[in-house]
């Protein structure tokens, strides 16, 4: 090993173990947000020092110091208090509904019918206890799997999040081998604050989505079309969002693997609805009210410039953004790029830029994984300000800081012009 790549791992690997220290120690009681938010920017700040060395390094002793530090991160990250988002609590009621033989959709937490399921632990901390649950059929049948083999506590389905997630990350690593990519460049996912503290300390779904979205894009380079459709179909029966992942898809693919997903979708929506009937879509059709916006990036720009619309002002600028992704979306579609990696990153780019909804921090997990491949200025800034935008919650249902807005999104966007100024979308140098 020649003397620079001893000293590059060297230097990692110091990073790395003040990084293992800062999670396992954890934040003093009482910091709030601004807190967490100090310390998410200080372990990026450190990550890009430990990415920076790692960049060029490949070799079984990178990719196991990667990849145990990650997993000493995230066990650090699992016994955090889950102050950051009470979802988890949520996804252990649902499941405890549906083992009692109760639909979710049939009933919100603090409906009287479901009163003897109430306990001290889950049930204080459900939000929203008069609301439906917000999730599709996949994600429900998920936490009834959970809850049948006895993960019931918010810890118990915090462990799992977190090792569906590893398995997500040890495909991601055999991905990147396969590309040639050097292992060392794993560390910008498996190091990354945003992705340890959303999975780590709170246990989001899209841990359980993410090892499907990278299953899906294998089996399609493998040629399993219908293996491919039903992972990404699962996944977006979980979370939505990978509906995109299909414009991913070599063109030849995507007709059977649509097919798949659409024959799965109609099986789980359909026994729910017969249990449920119309209330199967849940709070869903509520998720685009003004009271669930957050962190909205683009869409707040348009909707000042349509302010002269009035009250038609927000729903227009919805209507703009969705527009702008699905016109990006069906762009990315007919590149000629091989490489489903290559699309994949450039329509999860594309989803966190132009949302039309709210952008929660654990949105853009996704995006992660495949900057490792291609890594975006823009996709790199935004995984690293994006846990700035739990400043929100500084104040009792405060506002969200302007200057937090415009840290978070206009350098995105300006780097984004500047790269397609330049020619040079995507093009994977050093960050």
């Excluded at 979710?104 to 439906?132: C, F, M, T, V």
């Excluded at 707040?300 to 600028?317: K, N, Q, Y």
């Excluded at 992704?325 to 990153?345: E, H, K, M, N, Q």
Aim: net charge positive; hydrophobic share 55%.
């Amino acid at each position: 090993m020649r003397r620079s790549s001893t000293l590059a791992l060297g230097g990692a690997a110091a990073l790395g173990a003040i990084m293992a220290v800062a999670w396992w120690v954890g934040l003093p009681e009482g910091v709030g947000m601004r807190g967490f938010v100090a310390f998410a920017l200080g372990i990026a700040a450190l990550q890009g020092v430990a990415v920076w060395a790692l960049w060029q390094q490949t070799g079984a002793f990178t990719l196991a110091l990667v990849v145990v530090l990650g997993v000493v991160f995230r066990l650090g990250a699992w016994a955090w208090p889950m102050d950051l988002s009470t979802d988890l609590y949520r996804y252990a009621w649902d499941g405890r509904v549906q083992l009692a033989g109760h639909s979710p959709y049939a009933a919100p937490p603090g409906d009287e019918s479901l009163e003897a399921l109430r306990d001290d632990a889950i049930w204080p901390r459900i939000n929203r206890k008069q609301a439906l649950t917000v999730y599709p059929p996949g994600a429900q049948l998920l936490f009834l799997s959970l809850a049948a083999v006895g993960l019931r506590s918010v810890g118990a389905i915090k462990g799992a999040a977190i090792l569906a997630e590893f398995c997500g990350m040890l495909l991601l690593a055999g991905a990147l081998r396969r590309r040639g990519v050097p292992d060392g460049r794993l560390a910008l996912y498996a190091w990354s604050p945003l992705v340890i503290a959303e999975v780590g300390v709170s246990g989001h779904l899209d841990a359980f989505v993410l090892p499907l979205l990278l299953l899906g894009l294998l089996a399609s380079e493998r040629g399993a079309r219908s293996l491919a459709g039903l992972a990404l179909g699962l996944a977006t029966l979980m979370k939505l969002y990978p509906l995109l992942l299909f414009a991913a898809l070599p063109r030849e693919q995507r007709g059977r693997a649509i097919a798949v997903a659409g024959l799965l979708a109609l099986a789980l929506y359909g026994v729910y609805f017969a249990i449920s009937g119309p209330a199967v879509l849940g709070f869903l059709p509520h998720y685009l009210g003004s009271a669930e916006d957050f962190n909205v990036g683009l869409r707040a720009l348009v909707e000042w410039l349509l302010g002269f619309l009035g009250s038609r002002a927000r729903p227009a600028a919805m209507l703009v953004c969705a527009a702008a992704l699905a016109g990006t979306v069906a762009w990315i579609a007919r590149r000629p790029d091989r490489d489903s990696y290559l699309r994949a990153g450039q329509v999860a780019l594309a989803f966190v830029l132009l949302a039309p909804t709210a952008m929660h921090p654990w949105y853009a997990l996704w995006m992660i994984p495949f900057l490792c491949v291609r890594a975006s200025p823009a996709g790199l800034w935004l995984g690293a300000t994006l846990p700035l935008s739990y400043l929100k919650y500084g104040p009792p249902d405060g506002p969200m800081p302007t200057w937090v807005t415009g840290l978070i999104w206009i350098p995105a966007f300006a780097a984004l012009m500047l790269a397609a100024m330049r020619g040079k979308i995507l093009r994977g140098e050093r960050p």
